[in-house]
């Protein structure tokens, strides 16, 4: 509200913006007719126009026939640019590739795959998209005849969870630039943003206790078990512990009799004295911390727990429970 009493133009053009995108239908593929591609002429435009009238009133009140010929020549040429920028966008179809996740913070890409069913190339066609600032960042190609060709753009998810892509916009001034043709759209598909690690994550926690065994082996405060041995020719390489590999120059492994006497678990209730962020935000940086130690850990979390596995699989199934817990 405050924003409309003090920029009531561009409040309204908000408004109207955000209703008309919403009326328009959801799709991951999407084919540009004449219903959906629009034509305004650009500044440029407007002053050939009125670059014509003074030529034309010109030529009328000095009967130069030259002046005619040049007038309905470059109004000819106007009219001609016309019909090819609205053909460069009619007729293209647009597909967008099933987004990946992506850490909070981090630019989302998307690849969108432009399909040109006709003999002639289409010359310069952008996309963007839409966002709430209007800074558009622009990506251009050419579509090939007969052919593809696949354009990048990206946004910024701020939190986690499930986003909707936004809108996306398609726009070409070729050839003459006298011309602006565009059009607008609302892909299907929906981003799974995993919340941001946190930057300094305190160790993991120790391990549990299995149920009916008392060992000895714990994670460490540096965040690597006790239980190592020396590299035995044949361990599996998720076993070498590399971090005390670099420090010492010499492999070693993770002792694997001492390990299955305890489990580790990254519980949402044991993640310190933080908000129900903070705590998401630690989890998530223990998670990756343990992959990447080659760890087997388990997740808890309100009404929900994972039980203890690693692997990629794995890791993308806790950051997935972790982004929309």
């Given amino acids: 509200m405050i924003a409309g009493v003090l920029n009531p133009v561009a409040f309204a053009r908000q408004r ?30 407007l002053m050939l126009v009125a670059t ?8 009328i009140n000095y009967q130069l026939n030259l002046g005619y010929l040049l007038t309905f020549l470059l109004a000819g040429c106007a009219v001609v640019g016309m019909h090819v ?34 003999k002639a190339t289409r010359y310069g066609i952008g996309l963007a ?45 070729f050839p003459l630039g006298t011309f602006r043709v565009w059009t607008v759209w609302r892909p299907a598909a929906q981003v799974l943003v995993y919340p941001q690690p ?39 390489m998720k076993l070498v512990v590399w971090k005390k590999a670099a420090k010492s120059d010499e492999l070693v492994s993770r002792d694997a009799q001492q390990a299955q006497r305890r489990e580790l678990w990254l519980d949402f209730s044991r993640a310190g004295p933080l908000d129900a962020d903070g705590r998401v935000a630690r989890l998530a ?22 039980q203890p596995d690693t692997g990629e699989a794995h890791k993308r199934r806790c950051l997935e429970a972790l982004a929309l817990c």
Avoid at 227 to 236: E, K, L, S, T
Avoid at 285 to 306: F, N, S, T
């Fill in 16 to 45: 109207f913006r955000s209703w008309w995108q919403a009326r328009l239908p959801l799709s991951d593929t999407t084919t540009l007719t004449q219903r959906n591609v629009y034509i305004l002429p650009t500044r440029p435009g």
């Fill in 285 to 306: 940086a223990w998670v990756l911390q343990a992959e990447k130690l080659g760890l087997d850990y388990g997740l808890r979390l309100p009404g929900q727990q994972i």
């Fill in 198 to 236: 946190e930057r300094m994550p305190p160790p993991l926690p120790e391990g549990e206790p299995r149920s009916g065994t008392v060992g000895t082996a714990r994670v460490a405060l540096a965040g690597e078990f006790d239980g190592v041995r020396a590299y035995r020719r044949g361990d599996p």
């Fill in 85 to 118: 920028c609205h053909a460069t966008l009619r007729g293209l179809t647009m597909n967008l590739a099933p987004p990946e996740p992506v850490f909070a913070g981090q630019n989302a890409p998307l690849r969108i795959v432009l399909t040109n069913d006709r």
């Fill in 52 to 59: 014509l009238l003074v030529l034309l009133v010109a030529s």
């Fill in 129 to 173: 998209v839409l966002d709430e600032t209007h800074e558009d960042h622009w990506s251009w190609t050419d579509v090939p005849g007969l052919g593809t060709a696949t354009v990048s753009v990206a946004f910024q998810p701020t939190r986690r969870g499930l986003h909707r892509i936004p809108p996306l916009t398609a726009e070409t001034r």
